[in-house]
């Protein structure tokens, strides 16, 4: 028999309450890894949009912690295209909207120049790209054509405007997917923004030394001056820290590891309750394990053992109830391209490292307490 | 008998509880020889458990000492593995684990010797067949009877090739065929030169030791041999 054996075989001796306690663990693990995986899905799929497009620098007004207020009066894009090491800039304007119809909340329409490079990395599976000219013009995601059930042609309401869908692109990002694209001109107007975007996008020259010139351009943008020298009121991040500082992301992880704390504070108080039941029911018994030899440290192992075991089997249940939750939630209409089927092997191990944390918490008290029971005292006790 | 011969000796043992009002154990002097079989005899309360817990370096005397081969007790850095090594330990009641089997709980001293699982299957194998057990080796405790339980127990005891087996009424929730059956096992160690130390309040159980000490509210009253000589 190996000692492992006997932590498992101790476990079996009250196999009902071993499952709850488990459930409580699965319960704690599965919202831990849903709401990471979620929060990190939406960062991944938002970074990929900016990857997929060659962005290398998103340029906000300095300042505005909400990257959605951001206001930027559009000509200062000819300013950014300028500078050296600049191949491209291009204006953009994002909101959100929603479509009560189709029951579609959050939708993000994205108003780009009709000649803009973020275009060149958009597949379309329809129709056409817009045009120099297009007017009341919109391009649909594929996953957004497919819960509108919109085709090129067709015609659809934003923001109770009729626009002409002519076409239908498919992105690798779930969360492109879901948006919709219509000329800069036609969405400052349907917003009441003429002449403002929210972000220019920035594609830095090709170089050996990218990371370098990235910094370099971020630089001489937050430098940039207007015809009277007053320095203009931009902030100029590389793609990723763009992402890593979105006010939503920002939010959403802070709830989701919140949430995190709370399921681990949970859990080891009932992982606590469960172990220090367990100890108390088996006092006599520990005090024949001292009697026959067993060390402190034998009793700590066997009882933290007990308590780690618990929590990785309710960790794996929470982690496998997670996937299932996120892939099935993933294609919910409502909020599908939102959320992301896949959840991260980082954030797994984040919930099992949380586990092991639980179970450390919850045993490590009554493992002590039995580790240190006079052994005549303990078998005193009835 | 000299002092090289003792296994135990103990010198002004006296254990007082904690709140000072009871006299567990008074100034116990007794000197157990390697081999001897020994019976400690008394009515509830005169102290036997508490001598053979001391002995059993399970409790701590108030004062005085215990010397075991001449060393003693209160000097010892690992009493852990004094237990583990040297002494084998059958209580009343023979808190087996439920969920092990036989075998698994005969395995159960040697976790704390470093001896790999192969051998620990194998050692227990051949307790169990010291014991009569060998063909109740793969039963769970409630599939056994307390005779058995108790057998069992004993081989656990025996696990780790002790030089003394200490047994707390050992025969206290049996009945007469499983006492005698117990008992006998007891006399087999003895005769293979086991030292054996039993608290009893049975004459019977008392009768089949060489020696029987009698205490009486925590004094050693009377120390002679037995009824019996093995």
Known sequence: ????????????????????????????????????????????????????????????????????????????????????????????????????????????????????????????RSGRRLHPGDRQCVLLGAK???????????????????????????????????????PLEDFQRLMDRQGQVMAFHVK???????????????????NLSDQQGRRLPLEARPAYDYVKSTLQIRQVQAMAWVTSVIALVIGAVGMLN?????????????????AIGWRKGRIVRMILGESLLLCLAGATLGTLAAVAGVYWLSGLPAVAGLVQGKISPVVIGQGYAIAVLVGLAGGLYPACRGAWLSPTEAIRHE | MSDADALFRTVNLTKVYSDGSVNALVDANVLIPRGQYVAVMGPSGSGKS?????????????????????????????????RARQLGFVFQSFYLLPTLTAAENVQIPMFEIGIRAAERARRAAELLEL???????????????????????????LANRPIVLLADEPTGNLDSHNAAQVLELFERLHQQQMTVVVVTHSPEVASRAQRIIRLRDGKVIDDSPGFSTC
Not at chain 1, 3 to 22: C, D, E, H
Request: glycine letters at 8%.
């Open chain 1, 1 to 124: 028999m190996h000692f492992g054996t006997l932590i498992f075989k101790n476990l079996l001796r009250r196999p009902v309450r071993s499952l709850l306690t488990a459930t409580g663990v699965a319960l704690a693990v599965g919202a831990v890894v849903a709401l990471l995986g979620v929060a990190r899905g939406f960062e991944d799929s938002l970074l990929q949009v900016l990857q997929v497009h060659d962005v290398d620098i998103v340029v906000t007004r300095a300042g505005k912690t909400d990257r959605m207020t951001s206001v930027l009066d559009e000509r200062w894009g000819q300013l950014l295209a300028g500078l050296p090491g600049v191949e491209a800039v291009t204006g953009a304007l994002m909101d959100v909207v929603d479509f009560r119809d189709a029951n579609l909340i959050g939708v993000f329409i994205q108003g780009w120049p009709s000649d803009s490079f973020l275009f060149d990395q958009l597949p379309l």
């Open chain 2, 50 to 82: 508490t001598l053979l817990n001391l002995l059993g370096a399970l409790d701590r005397p108030t004062s005085g000492e215990v010397f075991f081969q001449c060393q003693p007790l209160s000097a010892m850095r690992d009493l852990d593995h004094f």
């Open chain 1, 204 to 222: 830095v020259s090709p170089g050996p030394e990218k990371a370098a010139a990235v910094e370099t351009v971020c630089r001489h943008i937050e």
């Open chain 1, 274 to 290: 469960t172990m220090i039941m367990s100890v108390f029911e088996r006092t006599h018994e520990i005090g024949i394990l001292r």
């Open chain 1, 144 to 182: 957004l054509a497919e819960i509108l059930q919109k085709t090129a042609g067709d015609t659809v309401q934003i923001e109770m405007h009729p626009f002409r869908v002519v076409g239908v692109y498919e992105s690798y990002s779930l969360y492109e997917n879901r948006s919709a694209i219509m």
């Open chain 2, 131 to 157: 014991v009569g057990m060998s063909h109740r080796a793969g039963h769970l405790p409630r599939q056994l009877s307390v005779g058995e339980r108790q057998r069992v127990a004993i081989a656990r005891a």
